[in-house]
């Protein structure tokens, strides 16, 4: 411990000893087993004894610390000393979701929020207020110095998990009254309307789509919506924490599922199938229009703000339209508070304008990502920031939230909402909330795309649906009628039930169709292939040479944006094709398992396949050092000790010396902003044995996932089929050529 933080603690220890000599009290055991709770501030019922010299001199300036954007008196927080083991064991793991567990076996509240330490921001009295705080601390706590997790006063309640940040009389979600220290034990929810607790503090996209229906079914099928129910991020993201024995925490998940990481009653280890549909909807609507703070570089830790659909969003424009809405609430069948029962909409009594929200800079948080090793692991912003989109004013939502998938072409003029079925307010800028990007999905189609109709069944349920052998089609209930020994599990023995599945299935399976499409075109708006071209005139048995450029006609950011590294794949498809319609010839093609035939090969690796050594691959590489010679390629490098349990940890050599991050560094391929690659060819003369007319044709192939990254991550054979039928081919092309 530093001479610096001894004297810190030092000087909270004394005044404690101040506080509680002046009531008659005993000082507070601050070295034992107890953590300091947040939250408990300054009232005009304080008595503040006299601070003597020697503990204000020990007191560092600004030793307090305030919540972002709230700045009062009532919400300094006093400085949390850590709970200490017992008998000199290592502290007991954290969870990352909800709460730790201390040597005493009490729960210690975590709150994942946006916090600045901030001297500037705290009131002449802070020192007063601290003084305060711990005299009322001392009081509330007379027994037990860690009150139990449902106390009014430990870090937030059933209704709002944030409530104890802020100030002590904070508002109630619904218009209630005031929560002083005198209110009511709110009691634990059970787990079975776990789900109505969620949609209480943070509502579902599916509410959202009751008046606006347009956007929600735009986002039902996008790249944020899968974020969570992702079946490779969730294989990805478990064989993570296994490797780092759980040490990378929420990492990946802040940005993947951000209201997960503050709902605290959803345990760490509990599994997406099981959790509340607001969860499994990944970057659902309030993980962007609950947002009140510029978050920036912060590795995807945002706040959401809590409370039920009657809260505040933020949007980039102001609430009139939710004001003449609210004029007129008899007329639309709205419904503005809990108490409002019978039928209508619920709705939000506020829109308030959030500026960011409409700026590039939004999406930083989650866009650019440095992991544990010191590596970016996205890097998109940084591209951006240096391309010439950036300089000529257009943003990242121009391209992916406007009307034309990839390019800035402006965006649809539509009403954005629908009251009793029927548009409301005047034609305005429409935001696409497809957030255009190639990318599909490989998860079971009763999961996703979201749809609320599937709600019927659970998604343990949905998993055991088999879709691809056609239950609940016509053909397949006609097939089975009469045969004895059909069993389906339940709740498929019931043959209504199948049909009405399948009309799910279908209805979802062609809105990620639409979606895989909207990724070709998104694509097709950047990728332009220009060959080939040929060095000499073609002639038997003589080998010939060629080029093609690959351009990269985006001038936003990179093709691929050579993030996340081993994924995704982009590469080149050439043939050539003999008068007589054979392939005799032929690079980036893939092997048994539906791997590029390069390093990571399992057929190359076992000599059944020759390999690529013409592969044009645009795919960002991990490399790592080993304990002896150069560079080599790994799929997932996770830097860990060497010890009977390891952890994640950060390299120990710095930057400055070995101008990269030790160990592990991305070598990326891919092509910059209005760039261009050449891809260069040799086709040996035995492909050419006869004069004719032969064909040389190339296409640019693109998936979100290898292969052999994926049976890595322990992936199921049906996963790696789906990412395997649905790679997306952009630019096909075919040129004759007459060889003499």
């Known amino acids: ?113 946006s916090y600045r330490y901030d001297a500037a921001s705290v009131p002449d009295n802070s020192i007063r207020a601290q003084l305060a705080a711990a005299h009322r601390m001392a009081q509330l706590e007379k027994d037990d110095p860690l009150a139990p997790a449902d106390d009014p006063l430990s870090l937030g309640g059933d209704d709002d998990p944030l409530g104890g940040l802020g100030p002590r009389n904070r508002r109630s979600r619904g218009g209630g009254g005031d929560k002083g220290a005198d209110a009511p034990k709110a009691k634990k929810t059970p787990d079975p309307h776990e789900a109505l607790w969620a949609e209480d503090c943070y509502p579902s996209a599916a509410t959202c ?305 639409e979606k895989r499409d909207s990724g070709i075109a998104t694509l097709s708006a950047a990728v332009r292939l220009d060959g080939p071209h040929l060095k000499s005139q073609p002639r038997v048995n003589k080998p010939l040479n060629f080029k093609i450029h690959v351009h990269n006609g985006s001038d936003g950011h990179n093709l691929p944006t050579a993030s996340l590294g081993a994924q995704p794949q982009q590469w080149l498809n050439v043939t050539l094709i003999d008068p007589f319609g054979r392939i005799v010839w032929e690079t980036g093609y893939l092997d048994s398992n539906g791997d590029l035939a390069e390093l990571m090969s399992e057929d190359v690796a076992n000599g059944k396949i020759r390999p690529d050594y013409q592969l044009f691959n645009l795919q960002t590489k991990f490399l790592i050092t080993n304990v002896k010679g150069p560079d080599r390629e790994f799929p997932l490098p996770v830097n860990v000790d060497v010890d009977q349990i390891p952890f994640l940890r950060p390299g120990n050599v710095p930057f400055s010396v070995l101008n990269h991050p030790p160990f592990i560094r991305m070598e990326a391929h891919s092509i910059p902003p209005d760039g261009v690659k050449t891809a260069s060819y040799r086709i040996p003369a035995d492909a050419f044995r006869q004069p004719g007319t032969y064909r040389i044709s190339a296409r640019f192939r693109a998936r979100l996932e290898p292969p052999y990254f994926m049976r890595l991550c322990n992936s199921t054979p049906e996963m790696i089929r789906r990412m395997n039928e649905q790679i997306m081919d952009i630019a096909p092309q075919t040129t004759e050529i007459f060889v003499r």
């Open 209 to 513: 789509a009751k008046c606006h229906p347009k956007h929600y079914e735009d986002w039902r099928a996008s790249s944020h919506a899968y974020a969570g129910i992702s079946p490779m991020f969730q294989v990805f993201e478990q064989l993570i924490s296994e490797l780092s024995q759980g040490t990378v925490g929420y990492f990946c998940v802040r940005c993947h599922m951000p209201v997960a990481t503050q709902m605290k009653s959803i345990e760490r280890s509990t599994t997406i199938l099981d959790a509340p549909v607001v969860i499994r909807e990944g970057i659902t609507c309030i993980a962007c229009h609950r947002v009140n703070e510029m978050y920036n570089k912060v590795n995807g830790a945002r706040r959401v703000e809590p409370g039920d659909i009657h809260a505040p969003v933020y949007g980039n424009v102001g609430g009139a339209g939710v004001i003449q809405a609210i004029a007129e609430k008899d007329k639309h069948k709205l419904k503005l508070s809990p108490d409002d029962k019978g039928p209508g909409q619920a709705m939000h009594l506020e829109g308030r304008f959030f500026e960011p929200l409409s700026r590039s800079e939004f999406c930083m948080p989650c866009h650019q990502v440095a992991v544990h090793p010191g590596i970016a692991l996205e890097v998109v912003w940084n591209q951006y920031r240096n391309s010439p989109a950036w300089k000529n004013g257009v943003s990242c939502q121009d391209c992916h939230m406007g009307h034309t998938p990839g390019k800035a072409y402006g965006y649809s003029c539509e009403p954005i909402a629908e009251l009793a079925g029927k548009p409301f307010g005047p034609p305005r800028k429409f935001s696409n909330h497809n957030f255009w990007g190639p990318n599909y999905s490989i998860a079971h189609p009763g999961v996703f795309p979201h749809n609320p109709k599937a709600d019927r069944w659970s998604p343990r349920e949905w998993l055991s649906f088999d879709w691809r052998a056609g239950w609940g089609t016509e053909e397949f209930e006609r097939s089975i009628r009469g045969v004895q020994g059909m069993h389906f599990p339940p709740p498929w023995d019931d043959a209504d039930d199948r049909r009405d599945a399948r009309k799910i299935i279908d209805s979802n399976l062609k809105r990620a169709v």
């Open 1 to 113: 411990m530093s001479a610096m933080n001894r004297r810190v603690i030092a000087a909270l220890m004394a005044l404690a000893s101040v506080v509680h000599s002046v009531h008659g009290q005993s000082p507070m055991p601050y070295g034992g087993d107890v953590a300091m709770r947040p939250g408990i501030g300054l009232t005009s019922d304080d008595q503040v004894p006299e601070i003597p010299g020697e503990v204000l001199s020990q007191l560092p300036p600004g030793c307090t610390t305030t919540w972002s954007g709230r700045p009062s008196s009532a919400q300094l927080m006093m400085p949390q000393v850590a709970p200490q083991a017992v008998g000199g064991a290592a502290p007991a793991a954290v969870d990352p979701y909800t709460a730790a567990s201390n040597s005493a076996g009490r729960a210690v509240h975590m709150i994942h929020g």
